[in-house]
């Protein structure tokens, strides 16, 4: 299958600088945190596969996104695993999957009533009103979450959405969920080197797309994938406030096929809903 990607350059992560950097971030954490592992390195040319949304898992050594809708996707693994973000019940694959995340800035963001069959729920949010912390293994896949704070009619509500990120074939992809504000030194070390960045550009219900942008400048993702979008021209918009870092890529599909042997690194990929 021919990629709609091409010349994309090796992700600048390798060597001493890389070690130097990751030093940099463990002394920027508090006691006791502990360094994100998603530090993977890229040294093969880039490119992203689309692929029709299908039954059975990716080949190996590939992760498969596929865009439901809103800020809703599914993540499938070449062992099978399955993760719905921003789970709310009816954006939905056609079967119960195995992990479920949620955030409860509004309703199209969580369900309270989850599949009982749902292997993992895990929530953005303690709803007994402390700090939700996940950090789960299901098959091949790994789902951790670093708690951010929500801005409400009645105040800020702290640690009220969480990012969630998903390690599989040595790839990190976070979603940022309903994120309202940029981030800290502490959230960065974190977070980790995040290859494949999930990023809402609604410009209003989350943040204003400048401040977005300079999210995604912190984040340094290789893909930028955005979501949590409706009105026209939002997305041509945010695009050129990336322009000098992404190229913008339009798909037809709503699924992608990425793997580290061929992980670009600049694009911002637009998938329509499925």
Same mark, same amino acid.
């Given at each position: 299958?021919?990629?709609?990607?091409?010349?994309?350059? !090796?992700?600048?992560?390798?060597?001493?600088?890389?070690?130097?950097?990751?030093?940099?971030?463990?002394?920027?954490?508090?006691?006791?945190? *502990?360094?994100?592992?998603?530090?993977?390195?890229?040294?093969?040319?880039?490119?992203?596969?689309?692929?029709?949304?299908? !039954?059975?898992?990716?080949?190996?050594?590939?992760?498969?996104?596929?865009?439901?809708?809103?800020?809703?996707?599914?993540?499938?693994?070449?062992?099978?695993?399955?993760? %719905?973000?921003?789970?709310?019940?009816?954006?939905?694959? *056609?079967?119960?999957?195995?992990? +479920?995340?949620?955030?409860?800035?509004?309703?199209?963001?969580?369900?309270?009533?989850?599949?009982?069959?749902?292997?993992?729920?895990?929530?953005?949010?303690?709803?007994?009103?402390? %700090?939700?912390?996940?950090?789960?293994?299901? &098959?091949?896949?790994? +789902? &951790?979450?670093? !708690?951010?704070?929500? &801005?409400?009619?009645?105040?800020?509500?702290?640690?009220?959405?969480? #990012?969630?990120?998903?390690?599989?074939?040595?790839?990190?992809?976070?979603?940022?969920?309903?994120?309202?504000?940029?981030?800290?030194?502490?959230?960065?070390?974190?977070?980790?080197?995040?290859?494949?960045?999930?990023?809402?550009?609604?410009?209003?219900?989350?943040?204003?797309?400048?401040?977005?942008?300079?999210?995604?400048?912190?984040?340094?993702?290789?893909? %930028?994938?955005?979501?949590?979008?409706?009105?026209?021209?939002?997305?041509?918009?945010?695009?050129?406030? #990336?322009?000098?870092?992404?190229?913008?890529?339009?798909?037809?599909?709503?699924?992608?096929? %990425?793997?580290?042997?061929?992980?670009?690194?600049?694009?911002?990929?637009?998938?329509?809903?499925?």
């Amino acid at each position: 299958m021919m990629s709609i990607f091409s010349g994309a350059r !090796p992700l600048p992560r390798a060597g001493w600088l890389g070690f130097l950097a990751a030093w940099l971030i463990t002394s920027l954490l508090p006691a006791g945190a *502990a360094l994100a592992s998603c530090l993977p390195i890229a040294a093969a040319p880039g490119q992203v596969i689309p692929a029709a949304a299908r !039954p059975g898992a990716p080949a190996a050594g590939n992760v498969r996104l596929t865009y439901l809708g809103h800020s809703t996707f599914l993540i499938e693994t070449a062992e099978g695993a399955t993760a %719905v973000t921003d789970y709310n019940g009816f954006i939905r694959p *056609a079967f119960v999957p195995d992990v +479920v995340t949620m955030n409860n800035a509004h309703t199209t963001h969580y369900t309270p009533n989850p599949e009982p069959t749902i292997t993992h729920v895990l929530r953005g949010w303690d709803p007994a009103g402390g %700090v939700a912390r996940h950090d789960i293994v299901f &098959r091949d896949l790994r +789902v &951790r979450n670093l !708690p951010t704070n929500v &801005r409400a009619t009645e105040g800020t509500r702290y640690n009220g959405n969480s #990012i969630f990120i998903f390690e599989a074939e040595d790839l990190c992809i976070a979603h940022l969920g309903h994120l309202h504000h940029r981030l800290t030194d502490q959230d960065l070390g974190a977070l980790g080197e995040i290859d494949v960045l999930l990023a809402p550009i609604d410009g209003a219900w989350t943040m204003a797309q400048g401040l977005m942008a300079e999210v995604v400048g912190q984040i340094r993702p290789a893909i %930028v994938i955005p979501m949590h979008y409706t009105a026209g021209g939002l997305t041509e918009r945010f695009a050129r406030l #990336i322009a000098g870092r992404y190229e913008t890529v339009y798909s037809d599909s709503p699924t992608l096929t %990425v793997s580290r042997r061929n992980l670009p690194w600049g694009k911002m990929v637009v998938l329509p809903s499925s």
